[in-house]
């Protein structure tokens, strides 16, 4: 019987499916749960194969930051539409986002992603995060202003809100929270925007 052959991917395809594999376990597990013996597991190749594509294992790190930031960009709303469909358009994409990706919601929510990750995923992770938060400023901003988002809460209250409101729907930690029913965010993020909007008169009366 004539032996099999393995077919060898081409080194673009090879490298996204590094930052894929290293990207899942950072969901599973955080930063220790990435090792070359673990990425190397994930994707199905020796632990030697991996330094063919990478540098070091900090560089494959860096390359799952940056597939995250490229998952991340896409959600940001069109700066055209209307503020409140930006801020709803926007925690829909996000929460769907981060459920289907625990990596990326590891990134943004560790304080070991802030203190661990090489120098170049940290400016980068960052840099997603200034934009996600320009535009929900922008858009919690102009909706205060417009008269659609209420104006007796200070805007940096508001986004609190809405940024914990996503994260809660996405993480689920301790014993306590485990025993409960996830939230479903078709039920959550309706009432969010309940909460931000300006009251109707016949509820201030």
């Given at each position: 019987m004539p032996a099999r052959t393995r077919t060898r991917k081409p080194?673009?395809?090879?490298?996204?499916?590094?930052?894929?594999?290293?990207?899942?376990?950072?969901?599973?597990?955080?930063?220790?749960?990435?090792?070359?013996?673990?990425?190397?597991?994930?994707?199905?190749?020796?632990?030697?194969?991996?330094?063919?594509?990478?540098?070091?294992?900090?560089?494959?790190?860096?390359?799952?930051?940056?597939?995250?930031?490229?998952?991340?960009?896409?959600?940001?709303?069109?700066?055209?539409?209307?503020?409140?469909?930006?801020?709803?358009?926007?925690?829909?994409?996000?929460?769907?986002?981060?459920?289907?990706?625990?990596?990326?919601?590891?990134?943004?929510r560790s304080e070991q992603a802030a203190s661990s990750l090489p120098a170049p995923a940290v400016e980068a992770l960052g840099g997603a995060i200034a934009r996600s938060r320009a535009v929900i400023v922008t858009a919690v901003r102009q909706g205060v202003e417009r008269g659609e988002l209420r104006a007796d809460v200070p805007p940096a209250v508001l986004l609190t809100v809405f940024t914990a409101t996503i994260h809660a729907l996405v993480h689920r930690t301790g014993l306590a929270q485990r025993s409960l029913r996830r939230p479903d965010p078709d039920d959550v993020l309706p009432g969010l925007f309940r909460l931000l909007a300006v009251a109707p008169p016949e509820v201030l009366r």
């Open positions: 080194a673009l395809e090879r490298r996204g499916e590094i930052a894929a594999a290293t990207l899942r376990l950072l969901g599973r597990g955080g930063l220790p749960a990435v090792t070359a013996a673990t990425v190397a597991a994930e994707v199905g190749v020796s632990p030697a194969a991996l330094f063919r594509h990478f540098a070091t294992l900090d560089a494959i790190v860096a390359a799952a930051v940056d597939l995250a930031v490229a998952r991340l960009d896409p959600t940001l709303p069109p700066a055209a539409a209307a503020p409140v469909a930006r801020l709803r358009a926007l925690a829909s994409a996000r929460v769907r986002l981060l459920q289907d990706e625990p990596g990326i919601a590891w990134l943004l």
